[in-house]
């Protein structure tokens, strides 16, 4: 049996922290409904402003549910906090004593605060994902992704994304076959990449030049139009644009026109019965099979499915 804690930072998000005990409760109820001996041994350890007596002890998964900021400012100052502290300190002993980690969304930053993620590749909550590449420069963030499973390390990305975690930690432990029963029992559907969640007005919005090239493709949506006419358009030298749009948004200028582009092609594909071949032409593509290659790579769905059911 995985001896497992579950280190719950100060004001940490409960629907995260409920999520965990929830899919590892799941996971032992199936294993046992199969005639076998239930996999994990769950207890909590908090991290408060005081100092406590729990200790993460001798567990060999440690899984820190996110930690429930709702701004960069925010972020940094929990890191700072007392509660912070002696929790990337019990992190980095556990790991030292070979425990395996998985943390999600805000509290990806917490281990790589510690220097636990450096030269291993990771992802994090996508409207963190700037913010993350600019303070931890020696991780490889992978931010499209819901789950990087960088073993004994395991990240994930937004909220939600702990229930994608989870799957990815049972499958670990117990195997695949376990983990999709849990998913099944739980109605989960597998979500490999982050990306159309993701909202680039939120991202753009950051940096107000940034955020008057979204304008300003928005408003030349329907033809073509090259990265320099972008970057001049703002004011800015194609690599300064370049570089403003990856430190602002994660993502290159092309695919930044790109995401504005798929997303107003969602948009209308949901609120209009326009056909694809004509939307397509509306955000710019003059060959359709363009757009539908980019909706299917991006969401892993056809156009189709984002009609409206009838």
Same mark, same amino acid.
């Given at each position: 049996?995985?001896?497992?804690?579950?280190?719950?930072?100060?004001?940490?998000?409960?629907?995260?922290?409920?999520?965990?005990?929830?899919?590892?409760?799941?996971?032992?109820?199936?294993?046992?409904?199969?005639?076998?001996?239930?996999?994990?041994?769950?207890?909590?350890?908090?991290?408060?402003?005081?100092?406590?007596?729990?200790?993460?002890?001798?567990?060999?998964?440690?899984?820190?549910?996110?930690?429930?900021?709702?701004?960069?400012?925010?972020?940094?100052?929990?890191?700072?906090?007392?509660?912070?502290?002696?929790?990337?300190?019990?992190?980095?002993?556990?790991?030292?004593?070979?425990?395996?980690?998985?943390?999600?969304?805000?509290?990806?930053?917490?281990?790589? &605060?510690?220097?636990?993620?450096?030269?291993?590749?990771?992802? /994090?909550?996508?409207?963190?994902?700037?913010?993350?590449?600019?303070?931890?420069?020696?991780? &490889?963030?992978?931010?499209?992704?819901?789950?990087?499973?960088?073993?004994?390390?395991? /990240?994930?990305?937004?909220?939600?994304?702990?229930?994608?975690?989870?799957?990815?930690?049972?499958?670990?432990?117990?195997?695949?076959?376990?983990?999709?029963?849990?998913?099944?029992?739980?109605?989960?559907?597998?979500?490999?990449?982050?990306?159309?969640?993701?909202?680039?007005?939120?991202?753009?919005?950051?940096?107000?030049?940034?955020?008057?090239?979204?304008?300003?493709?928005?408003?030349?949506?329907?033809?073509?139009?090259?990265?320099?006419?972008?970057?001049?358009?703002?004011?800015?030298?194609?690599? /300064?644009?370049?570089?403003?749009?990856?430190?602002?948004?994660?993502?290159?200028?092309?695919?930044?026109?790109?995401?504005?582009?798929?997303?107003?092609?969602?948009?209308?594909?949901?609120?209009?019965?326009?056909?694809?071949?004509?939307?397509?032409?509306?955000?710019?593509?003059? &060959?359709?099979? /363009?757009?539908?290659?980019?909706?299917?790579?991006?969401?892993?769905?056809?156009?189709?499915?984002?009609?409206?059911?009838?």
């Amino acid at each position: 049996m995985v001896k497992v804690v579950v280190l719950e930072v100060e004001a940490c998000m409960a629907s995260s922290a409920a999520i965990t005990h929830d899919v590892m409760a799941t996971a032992n109820r199936v294993s046992e409904a199969s005639k076998r001996a239930p996999v994990f041994d769950v207890r909590t350890v908090r991290c408060g402003p005081r100092r406590s007596k729990d200790e993460i002890g001798d567990a060999g998964l440690i899984i820190v549910p996110g930690l429930g900021t709702a701004s960069a400012d925010e972020l940094d100052d929990k890191l700072k906090s007392p509660a912070c502290r002696r929790a990337g300190d019990m992190l980095v002993e556990a790991f030292s004593n070979g425990a395996t980690l998985a943390a999600s969304c805000a509290s990806t930053f917490l281990l790589a &605060e510690v220097g636990l993620l450096d030269g291993r590749r990771a992802t /994090t909550t996508w409207w963190l994902a700037p913010v993350f590449q600019r303070r931890y420069p020696h991780v &490889e963030l992978v931010s499209d992704q819901m789950v990087v499973a960088d073993w004994p390390i395991a /990240t994930g990305g937004a909220a939600m994304a702990q229930m994608d975690l989870m799957l990815a930690v049972v499958g670990h432990f117990a195997g695949s076959g376990l983990a999709q029963a849990c998913a099944n029992y739980l109605l989960l559907d597998e979500r490999r990449s982050q990306a159309p969640f993701m909202a680039i007005t939120y991202l753009a919005g950051q940096d107000p030049k940034i955020a008057k090239a979204e304008r300003w493709v928005r408003d030349n949506i329907a033809r073509d139009f090259g990265m320099e006419e972008l970057a001049n358009a703002v004011a800015m030298a194609p690599r /300064t644009f370049a570089r403003r749009t990856a430190l602002t948004c994660g993502v290159s200028p092309i695919q930044f026109v790109q995401r504005i582009r798929i997303e107003t092609a969602r948009y209308l594909l949901e609120t209009t019965r326009l056909s694809v071949d004509e939307i397509a032409r509306q955000v710019g593509y003059a &060959e359709p099979s /363009t757009l539908r290659r980019l909706i299917r790579r991006d969401t892993k769905h056809s156009p189709g499915h984002f009609r409206p059911a009838a």
